[in-house]
């Protein structure tokens, strides 16, 4: 069974920090890539960063400076780590884990809101 746990979303003020985790089940093998997704109100979800199994990372241009991905193989475990937070960071932000042979698929997690307001 696949699950992804997320925690570590809240409200900050413009400028703060944030860091959101995301654990897969420790069953899960062959996780080719990780990464976190946001969907803000009335927008389509949007990737914000990526990490291989390699650790290449690719980021958001909007993000890309401000935000950190990082992984733990051990753990299965997914991290981003947002700085200089702004008001258009807020969103739902959802963990994916993508995995390959012999059980290829794409799994989500619950999401966690992040709000972004003084």
């Known amino acids: 069974q696949v699950q992804l746990v997320q925690s570590g979303g809240g409200l900050v003020q413009p400028g703060g920090s944030l860091r959101l985790s995301c654990a897969a089940s420790?069953?899960?093998?062959?996780?080719?890539?990780m990464g976190w997704y946001r969907q803000a109100a009335g927008k389509q979800r949007e990737l914000v960063a990526r990490?291989?199994?390699?650790?290449?990372?690719n980021y958001a241009d909007s993000v890309k400076g401000r935000f950190t991905i990082s992984r733990d193989n051990a753990e299965n475990t997914v991290y981003l780590q947002m700085n200089s937070l702004k008001a258009e960071d807020t969103a739902v932000y959802y963990c994916?884990?993508?995995?390959?042979?012999?059980?290829?698929?794409?799994?989500w997690g619950q999401g966690t809101q992040v709000t972004v307001s003084s």
């Open positions: 994916n884990v993508v995995c390959g042979w012999p059980r290829p698929g794409d799994y």
């Open positions: 420790r069953s899960v093998n062959n996780i080719v890539a």
């Open positions: 990490i291989t199994s390699l650790s290449n990372t």
